[in-house]
């Protein structure tokens, strides 16, 4: 009996993805652990393995496809006896998909075609801009309704005939069909279009990608439904970097004469945010709605800048790991990233993460919380800066760093002690082994 093929969910958040490539053809026979096809998510690229045996009978899903959604069916498989090729009846779910990519093109189009032809706006009463159609603009002169009290549902939120027609004059603003709300949960209203601001042809678009799709929904939902606080403290790093540079220098050479490990600061700042959770609990936690999850290991992520995002994998029971593990663990996992190879339980979790632009010679930031965890820090660029020790100015390496906490889960205390922990280990990276 036929059956069909469906998409994959490959980590618990993942919603939907990109079907980059088959790796079968129809007519093809395949059985458990036939690799099927390259699936990308917001953060890899993986690979699908078929479950059941039989023939591939029909692929429904093109390759390259984006915005598949997780259990939409991708292809049929053939049971014993049943021949490629034979009719199947394409299920109504994935019917409604290919409606709703087609209606989303449609839109995007008319969209497109409608910019060069807009017509001059109208100026609400409070200053902003009204875009409508010419004909929406004569119905509504003739009806007398005020076009600053509509909302459209054409295009970017255009004016179109039906909205005015729907209208009555001095009717409160209805709802456009399609239109975002006017406010969202947490009561903000959602930004207009940038494309109304800007002439036709001044501009070039670039659409969004699986995993810049991904980073917009999360970072919004972290930056507006977490309650962010931020601590700053500054680290005299002359200690850390002696001690770093005796140590490299210590790495053996192999016959190549590279040597085996090279350490960096970030590497330091790591293993000194583990032995900090480990002292802080209260810190390295993450909120649900019925309970807050005490960690009991310290799982540090790291974030690594990639050309197409921002990924954070991470290096789990850091506090057990000594700086070298630390070191090549960090290297393996950037390199992975980069490749779009990691897989979703080397970068869902954790409990805390570091985010370091130091190297940008960026002085201070902040950063937004990676749920589920409750803080991140951002790490700022070592310089040499005036410093008054003993009554005496000198001049010392001094690095800040900023933590954003979600005050849920850590009191700002809680937090100020953690970070009292921390600024220890980095000015004293002898103490993290007592």
Request: with cysteine.
């Amino acid at each position: 009996m036929a059956t069909n093929i469906l998409m994959p969910a490959l980590s618990p958040t993942m919603e939907e993805g990109k079907l980059a490539k088959w790796l079968v053809k129809e007519g093809d026979t395949v059985k458990s652990g036939t690799i099927l096809a390259e699936i990308e998510t917001d953060k890899a690229a993986m690979e699908f393995e078929a479950v059941d045996e039989g023939t591939i009978g029909k692929i429904l899903v093109a390759e390259g496809s984006e915005g598949v959604k997780v259990n939409a069916p991708i292809a049929v498989l053939l049971g014993e006896g049943e021949k490629a090729g034979a009719a199947v009846d394409i299920p109504a779910a994935m019917k409604d998909i290919k409606a709703a990519m087609k209606a989303e093109v449609s839109a995007a189009d008319a969209a497109k075609a409608d910019a060069p032809k807009a017509t001059a706006p109208v100026a609400k009463a409070d200053g902003a801009r009204v875009f409508a159609s010419p004909l929406a603009k004569r119905i509504a002169a003739s009806k007398g309704i005020d076009l600053s009290a509509l909302s459209g549902s054409g295009p970017r939120g255009r004016i179109v005939k039906s909205d005015v027609e729907n209208a009555k004059p001095g009717a409160a603003k209805p709802a456009a069909a399609g239109a975002a709300p006017a406010a969202g949960p947490s009561g903000i209203a959602p930004l207009p279009d940038a494309r109304l601001l800007y002439p036709a042809g001044s501009y070039e678009e670039t659409p969004h990608d699986s995993m810049r799709k991904a980073i917009a929904k999360r970072l919004t939902s972290a930056k507006t439904l977490i309650p962010h606080y931020y601590l700053t403290v500054d680290c005299n790093l002359d200690s850390l970097m002696a001690v770093r540079e005796k140590m490299n220098a210590a790495a053996p050479k192999g016959k190549d004469k590279v040597p085996a490990y090279k350490l960096s600061v970030n590497d330091f700042i790591m293993k000194a945010s583990a032995m900090a959770l480990m002292k802080h609990p209260d810190v390295n936690a993450s909120w649900t709605d019925t309970a807050i999850l005490r960690h009991k290991d310290a799982d540090v992520g790291v974030a690594v800048a990639l050309d197409f995002g921002l990924i954070t994998p991470i290096i789990f029971k850091a506090q057990t790991k000594g700086l070298v593990e630390i070191s090549n663990e960090v290297k393996t996992l950037a390199g992975l990233a980069k490749e779009k190879k990691l897989k979703p339980n080397q970068y869902e979790g954790g409990g805390f993460s570091v985010s370091n632009l130091g190297m940008y010679g960026i002085k201070n930031f902040t950063s937004i919380i990676n749920p589920p965890q409750s803080c991140i820090i951002a790490v700022g660029a070592g310089e040499e800066r005036p410093i008054v020790k003993n009554g005496k100015i000198e001049i010392a390496t001094v690095m800040t760093v900023t933590m954003s906490a979600d005050h849920r889960v850590v009191d700002g205390g809680t937090g100020a002690k953690f970070l009292q922990t921390l600024k220890a280990f980095i000015e004293e990276p002898a103490s993290m082994l007592l």
